[in-house]
């Protein structure tokens, strides 16, 4: 028997869409523009959507998550696989890249997405994307540029990335062109670029992240050195827990914190400290005038690698 949804109290439709998950509520979506109009008005969701490219979107709720699926096969709309193992999934028919992306976003009031992947070569179809997000005030938790053999206007859309809400993440691949630079206006709380030989000393200076990482690197020891410098003042880098320098110019030429490189803790009893994935081998101790103490190993190669560790920091006084 048929039930008139759309006659029910206000208060009773927005009580029927909570118990919904996304897939039931985007095939409602689908019956009419009224039904929508009423999920929407069903209020912000605290659901999230991940990116990752044309043919799937997924959003996010409580841990769980709905792959929405490009199929070309009409007889496959909305059919749905459920795999505890794999995630859920359901067939939709797919338009632009972004179609379904923003349909989503606006039917469920979503305010967060959690992941986007961009391609630096789209550069038309993912600014347009990207200024749409920045218009709505979106939270982006993490931003991923994957690597493209072609590079069209990446200063334009590194240009757009500082205008985004980016919040946890920025990570790049793309090795841009020799004459690229970019500043960063404001920092997430994590920063990984595998060629960042445009990420130079006044940034890192001014970075505010937990977590940095610079690949083929093109600082120096007396970069460095003036990094430290800075560091070891009481108030500065207060956010920073981790630091990786992968740079051809770390060499053992001049000295960092008065040591020539390669550094390293020389004791029969090997040392070794965590961070996350990510190992430090016997390290000599820097200590900030605040009494925080930081772990410090730099290794000599043809890309030397620096890797400096802070553990529980000082409080700052009040």
């Known amino acids: 028997m048929p039930i008139a949804l759309l006659k029910f109290p206000t208060d ?13 509520l985007y095939c409602l979506s689908k019956c009419s523009k009224r039904t929508q ?10 659901w999230k959507l991940r990116f990752s490219g044309g043919n799937k979107t997924v959003a996010t709720v409580d841990s769980l998550h709905y792959n929405f699926c490009e199929t070309e096969q009409p007889d496959d709309y909305f059919k749905r696989i459920y795999s505890r193992k794999h995630g859920n999934y359901m067939n939709i028919q797919y338009g632009e890249p972004f179609d379904v992306f923003f349909y989503l976003l606006e039917t469920f009031r979503i305010r967060v997405v959690e992941s986007l992947l961009i391609y630096s070569d789209s550069y038309e179809v993912y600014s347009k994307a990207v200024r749409e997000l920045i218009g709505r005030n979106i ?7 994957r690597y493209t053999t072609e590079v069209q ?3 334009k859309l590194m240009s757009l990335l500082n205008q985004m809400n980016i919040t946890q993440k920025f990570k790049c691949r793309q090795n841009f062109p020799s ?3 970019h500043h960063f206006d404001k920092f997430p709380k994590k920063i990984l670029i595998h060629h960042s030989f445009w990420f130079n000393i006044s940034q890192l200076l001014e970075c505010t992240c937990v977590r940095i990482e610079l690949q083929d690197s093109l600082l120096s020891n007396q970069d460095i050195n003036v990094f430290f410098g800075k560091w ?35 004791n029969r009893r090997r040392m070794r400290l965590w961070y996350g994935t990510d190992r430090i081998d016997n390290p000599v101790h820097v200590i900030k005038d605040d009494g925080t103490v930081g772990f410090l190993n730099v290794q000599l190669d043809n890309w030397s690698m620096l890797k400096f560790l802070v553990r529980n920091p000082v409080a700052p006084r009040i």
């Open 12 to 24: 009773l439709r927005r009580e029927v869409f909570q118990h919904c998950d996304p897939f039931q």
């Open 37 to 46: 109009r009423s999920i929407k008005s069903g209020g912000t969701k605290n």
């Open 139 to 145: 939270e982006i938790e993490k931003v991923h540029i």
């Open 153 to 155: 206007d990446a200063d």
């Open 179 to 181: 004459e690229f630079r």
């Open 232 to 266: 070891k003042k009481s108030g500065a880098f207060l956010n920073l827990r981790f630091l990786k320098i992968v740079s051809k110019n770390i060499d053992d030429k001049s000295t960092i914190l008065e040591m020539i490189p390669p550094i390293e803790h020389v």
